[in-house]
C-alpha cells in the first residue's frame, strides 16, 4: 500500500498503529495530535481550487476527524455540525482542532446536537439549518450513523442541493481506517428524473 503522506516519521505511524491495535482512545487521541496536522497541511497544499462554499452541514457521530478533513478540503464560510448526542465530547474536540489550526473562526461555526435515530427531528433541522442560508450549501454525509446520512441526503437533495463525502484511495484493512491523506471529496448534486 502507497504511503500517501511520507511526511509522518515511521516512528509516529508505528505508535498509532500499536495503539489503534491495543487502546482504540488513545489510538485516537494521538491521531488528532500527531497525525491529523500533518494531514490538513497536506490538504491545504495539494487540494484544488474549490468552489466557494457559503454553508457545510456535517454530520458528526464517533469520528470527528471527518468534520476536520471535509472543512479543511471544502473551506466554509459557515459550518454546522450537527451531531448525535452522544458526540458531545467529539465536538469540542473538532471546534478545538479546527480553531487551533485556523481553519475555521469559533464564530462561523455551530452545532445541532439531535437524536440520531429520530429521523424526523433530524429531518426538521436540517431543513431549517439549510432553509436559513443562502448561497453554495453542501451537506457532508461522512460522519454519524448511516440513518443521519439517509435522512440528511433526503433533506438536502428534496432541497436541490448537493451532498458531499469524504472518499478514501487507499484502506488499510489492517487498521479498518482510510491511509492519512489519501481523502478526497465527493461531491454530488441532486439526481435529475427523467419522468418520461
Known sequence: MPNYLPEIETATRAEWERLQRTDATGASAFYFQNILPTVVMHHRRNKPTAVPCELLVSLMGLSPETTVLTTTLVQPRQLVIVAS?????????CIAFLMEHALIAREKISVRMVNPTDHDALFATLRDVLASSIGRRLVDLTGGKKIMSAVAGYAAWSLGLPVCY??????????????????EIIVLEPPVCDRS
Open 85 to 93: 448526542k452522544s458526540a458531545e465530547r467529539y465536538c469540542e474536540q
Open 166 to 183: 469524504l472518499e478514501s484511495r487507499a484502506y488499510n484493512e489492517q487498521m479498518r481506517r482510510p491511509e492519512p491523506g489519501s481523502e
